[in-house]
């Protein structure tokens, strides 16, 4: 059983184009984020939901839009892409918000290629 | 300005020695790190965690301490193995969030 699944694992695009990645998890977690993690490997927090609420929002190009529809799910959305968004991104979770100390657990991520 | 970090270059080791990654900070007073595993093409992995007020913690293979005067934690794996290849994150707790290292990647030959 997947913990936490992302879709698709890979998104090819031109620039100026929305795209969308889904992100699911079945722990039963109450606390998802998305990651960036660019071509020198650095994973950055982009944003966070406990319990479908927004707690973190790096500063991140509002054209970046994370929506929770429910507790298990956590999508983002992206407006307008241009090249520097391409990069691979995460989603996990963890049952605590992060201040909890707890474990966090990442899904595969998806690998987006603007062109 | 705030930084963590990793050595970049890779470490290379024969297989049955000990690896030693080191996580250095500067700039920021966290409550707990986190070591996690990353392998090519998938996400991190939890291994450790370790609080500020814990000198060391251990699991099974892995040995991780935490100087909050020296601002440093050092992430250790005994009788490694080439299945340990991979890159090694650490993560500190800062401000609500956990920021992370660039990684070091270790290499163990059989």
């Known amino acids: 059983d997947t913990a936490v699944s992302q879709t698709p694992k890979y998104l090819v695009t031109q620039m100026g184009n929305d795209k969308s990645i889904k992100c699911e998890q079945n722990?039963?977690?109450?606390?998802m984020y998305w990651y960036k993690q660019d071509s020198k490997k650095f994973l950055k927090i982009m944003f966070s939901?406990?319990?479908?609420?927004?707690?973190i929002n790096e500063t991140v190009p509002n054209r970046f839009s994370p929506k929770s529809p429910d507790k298990a799910h956590l999508n983002l959305h992206i407006n307008s892409l241009e090249l520097g968004d391409s990069a691979v991104y995460f989603c996990?979770?963890?049952?605590?918000?992060?201040?909890?100390?707890?474990?966090?657990?990442f899904g595969p991520g998806t690998r987006l290629t603007v062109l | 300005s705030q930084k963590i970090e990793q050595n970049s270059e890779a470490l290379n080791i024969q297989e049955g020695k000990t690896a030693t990654l080191t996580c250095n900070y500067t700039?920021?007073?966290?409550?707990?790190l986190q070591w996690y595993r990353q392998d090519p093409g998938r996400g991190p992995v939890f291994l450790l965690l370790?609080?500020?007020?814990?000198k060391e913690k251990r699991k099974e293979r892995l040995k991780v301490t935490f100087d909050t005067t020296l601002k440093q934690s050092l992430f250790h794996i005994t009788a490694s193995q080439p299945a340990d290849s991979a890159t090694y994150l650490c993560?500190?707790?800062?401000?609500?969030?956990?920021?992370f290292g660039t990684g070091t990647r270790l290499l163990v030959s059989p």
């Open positions: 996990a979770s963890s049952q605590d918000p992060p201040g909890g100390g707890g474990t966090q657990y």
């Open positions: 722990l039963g977690h109450d606390t």
């Open positions: 939901y406990n319990n479908k609420e927004l707690i």
């Open positions: 700039n920021y007073s966290p409550a707990y």
């Open positions: 370790i609080r500020e007020n814990e």
């Open positions: 993560a500190l707790f800062s401000f609500q969030k956990l920021v």
